[in-house]
């Protein structure tokens, strides 16, 4: 039986990753990437990347979900709209059945609870922090599955996050108050009641919830990640994430009705863990989304090879000046500075080396990022006085410690003089060349 097993594992493999997809039809060469992006997401799940940092998305929003709601409230009683929390939540909850009623009230009762007076400007600042730390891992959650290794500036962050937490209810609510008033007015009902008008409302009443999550779906791929995501990437990670989400909705509430006996075994913690479960499967299926749009935005990284990055000492110097040079290039010519996915396009590499040189580079002090998004990339200095001899020589040290470095090694039959008479002919041969005078050869061609 394994033996059958094993080799029907290997003939669907052989299928999904040796045909070429242009010896196929045109119709047939879609369902072929689908077979690659879901043998992908299968390979990623039981890697276990995706799974644990579902876990840890559990575990920070059982600490922030509270913090969130009352901050949301707050907001929303201003707007006079904050009894509408309540019908939202149950329908967030709805697969939990009676479970799910039962959370809401109890989470509702501890926003009520909270009241910034009693808690201080110094009670009230770790709220605001919690939230923001749940905020935070979400979007390291997504840089990962993006190959992202840097994080929005802490500027940049807070505002967003705080737009997320306080304008965000607002936008929903409003919304939802648009539809409700439209839905209540007489001549809406009027309509509604003939028949065939009738019907296909009633079918729009029911693909609603789909729509409204996947366009929820779809705003987290394109807002989240810190890199630029493509709309149609997103809606297609959205779609499926969506659809994801409501479907397992209906059978985890199946599972919920037949949960007695976890009650029997657990008692009092059966809701807490139940509930648990939940929120892990809703981030799961959100990451899971998340690498569709990623390898649909990226057909390079459709391999079943694993990324693992490891560049020769050459390879590092080369790509270390090619960006070097392109940023001074355009920072020299006054033209729009570079951004992570243009330099991979422009060098025709994949974006998780660009991202490792760039990262290298911002710490080595020889570029800065900027706040725009997505990120882009200037000089950390005046062109002039970047010396080519002193970028390669910094070029050389990345990736060195204050415990390993050269200095640190024994010098080994004259290995230091030798080394050190390499870097002084480097120089010489060299001069006083500056990266402005890179940018000038680029400019000529």
């Known amino acids: 039986m394994k033996q059958y097993f094993d080799k029907l594992l290997a003939t669907v493999r052989r299928v999904i990753w040796e045909t070429e997809s242009t010896h196929l039809p045109g119709y047939l060469r879609p369902f072929l990437n689908i077979l690659r992006i879901g043998h992908l ?3 990623d799940l039981l890697e276990g990347q995706l799974t644990l940092r579902s876990m840890g998305l559990v575990y920070t929003t059982l600490l922030a979900l509270v913090p969130l709601l009352a901050l949301s409230f707050s907001v929303l009683k201003g707007f006079g709209v904050h009894n509408q929390l309540e019908p939202i939540m ?3 909850f709805a697969a939990l059945g009676e479970k799910g009623v039962e959370i809401t009230q109890r989470i509702l009762s501890f926003v009520d609870n909270i009241k910034a007076g009693v808690l201080g400007s110094l009670g009230l600042a770790m709220l605001i922090y ?4 749940l905020l935070q891992k979400i979007e390291r959650a997504f840089n990962f599955i993006w190959n992202v290794s840097e994080q929005r500036p802490w500027a940049q962050r807070f505002s967003d996050y705080l737009s997320v937490i306080l304008v965000g209810p607002v936008l929903v609510f409003s919304a939802l108050g648009i539809t409700a008033s439209i839905n209540s007015s007489t001549v809406v009902k009027n309509v509604i009641e003939i028949q065939a008008i009738g019907s296909f409302v009633s079918l729009i009443g029911h693909l609603v919830p789909y729509l409204l999550i996947i366009l929820a ?3 987290i791929y394109i807002f989240v990640p810190n890199t630029k995501v493509k709309f149609k990437s997103a809606l297609i990670g959205g779609l499926v994430g969506g659809i994801m989400w409501e479907t397992t909705g209906w059978g985890f509430a199946a599972f919920v009705v037949g949960s007695s006996k976890y009650t029997a075994i657990y008692s009092a913690f059966a809701t807490l863990i139940i509930f648990m479960i939940w929120l892990y499967l809703s981030w799961l299926i959100l990451l899971v989304g998340g690498s569709i749009a990623f390898y649909h935005q990226h ?5 079943l090879k694993l990324a693992i990055l490891s560049l020769s000492n050459r390879m590092r110097e080369r790509v270390s000046l090619v960006i070097l040079s392109l940023i001074g290039q355009h920072y020299y010519q006054h033209k729009p500075a570079w951004t992570t996915d243009g330099l991979s396009k422009k060098m025709h590499i994949g974006v998780d080396v660009t991202n490792l040189i760039l990262a290298d580079l911002v710490k ?6 900027t706040t725009a998004i997505p990120t882009t990339y200037l000089p950390a200095h005046s062109l002039e006085t970047m010396k080519l001899s002193a970028l390669i020589a910094a070029i050389r040290k ?3 410690t204050s415990t390993l470095r050269p200095e640190a090694l024994p010098d080994v039959a004259g290995i230091a003089p030798l080394l050190a008479e390499m870097d002084a002919t480097l120089e010489i041969s060299l001069g006083e060349r500056s ?3 890179l940018a000038i050869l680029s400019e000529a061609k």
């Open 435 to 437: 990266l402005r005078d």
């Open 90 to 92: 149950l329908n967030v």
């Open 217 to 219: 779906f779809t705003f």
């Open 364 to 369: 080595a002090e020889l570029l800065v990022p």
């Open 41 to 43: 997401i299968l390979r």
């Open 299 to 303: 057909p390079e990284r459709r391999t």
């Open 398 to 400: 990345m990736g060195e």
């Open 130 to 133: 919690t939230v923001i730390s």
